[in-house]
């Protein structure tokens, strides 16, 4: 999926700075379909010749008795876009679209060690990119835009051979009542704001986000330094969640609404259950042993009806907002 713009380079010729322009003539008419060539200071690229300029220049009027004899540098770019080899190739896509008009199908160059590797053309560039944002969206989640299931399991895998690591399961508690009394739409917005907010907390700890689907995301690290995590997305949420609900149900702390058997119920607002597995204190040996320890921990966080996170190593902790709340009523 990290496809690096060293991957897709091709090769040009190179000619020194002091090459005279009756060389590069040459070359081009040699290469009918080459579009530039690299000006090199022994390996280092530091200019372009482009065969659109290039030809500009001396179609103009007294343009071939004033370069033709002449050295190159008068002709070439003396900033081309220049990128190394393992540079992605969305980061190079944006570098390109952002240069001067004139210079927007110019190869790109692409260096190794600080050496000329090779160039990159605007329509091999643009067809590589068209190629990952299509494997993307086949496994990113089409609501959050985060990693789906497929690269999940690969995660879990990868993580297995790790020292340290820690799984955080989170879904959201009553949701499926907050779509019935607020809609779809709501409800879609809601896991919008919750992904921010578990981006935000799960990058800033150097770790990985999935969306399982629906209200059920996935975040993986590779220490156990998790408690501060969990705490920080709970809070979070719980002030979030207040501005998707009316105030008196804010006020009463449910919603009434049908249950399976079609009876109406109080129902609690919806709240956030994180279920915490880390090898701290037992080794697991596949993903399977995981989702199993995983399913205990989410029955024990489904027991409270506050949101809160338990971690198999011991560890708990749950939001204070429903004390906080009774006191202000």
Not at 49 to 63: A, D, V
Not at 182 to 194: A, Q, S
Not at 277 to 300: A, G, P, S, W, Y
Request: charge should be negative; charged fraction near 20%.
């Amino acid at each position: 999926m990290n496809t690096y713009i060293g991957d897709i380079i091709e090769g040009v010729p190179s000619v020194s700075v002091d090459t005279q322009n009756n060389k590069v003539n040459d070359i081009f008419n040699k290469n009918i379909k080459l579009q530039g060539i690299v000006v090199v200071n022994g390996n280092i690229p530091i200019g372009l010749i482009s065969r659109t300029l290039f030809y500009e220049k001396m179609g103009s009027m007294y343009g071939y008795n004033l370069y033709m004899g002449r050295s190159v540098e008068l002709l070439m770019s003396k900033s081309p876009l220049i990128v190394d080899y393992y540079t992605s190739i969305v980061t190079v896509s944006e570098l390109a679209m952002k240069r001067n008009e004139e210079e927007i199908y110019d190869y790109l160059i692409v260096t190794k060690d600080q050496n000329l590797f090779g160039v990159v053309s605007i329509r091999n560039l643009l067809i590589t990119f068209a190629k990952i944002q299509t494997e993307l969206a086949s496994v990113l989640n089409p609501l959050s835009k985060l990693p789906g299931n497929s690269v999940i399991n690969e995660k879990l895998t990868e993580i297995l051979l790790e020292q340290q690591y820690s799984i955080l399961y989170i879904d959201l508690d009553c949701f499926k009542t907050y779509n019935d009394t607020y809609g779809f739409k709501k409800g879609d917005e809601l896991l919008l704001e919750l992904a921010k907010i578990l981006k935000e907390n799960v990058e800033k700890n150097d770790g990985f986000l999935g969306h399982v689907g629906g209200d059920d995301f996935i975040a993986i690290f590779n220490h156990f330094c998790i408690e501060a995590v969990c705490e920080s997305i709970i809070k979070q949420f719980d002030l979030l969640k207040n501005k998707f609900y009316y105030s008196d149900h804010i006020m009463k702390q449910y919603v009434i609404s049908e249950n399976r058997k079609g009876e109406k119920e109080r129902i609690p607002l919806v709240s956030i259950s994180i279920a915490v597995v880390t090898n701290q204190k037992e080794n697991f040996q596949n993903i399977d042993e995981l989702v199993f320890e995983t399913t205990k921990m989410k029955k024990i966080c489904k027991s409270n009806p506050q949101s809160c996170f338990y971690v198999n190593s011991g560890c708990c902790g749950e939001s204070y907002s429903y004390a906080m709340i009774n006191s202000m009523i």
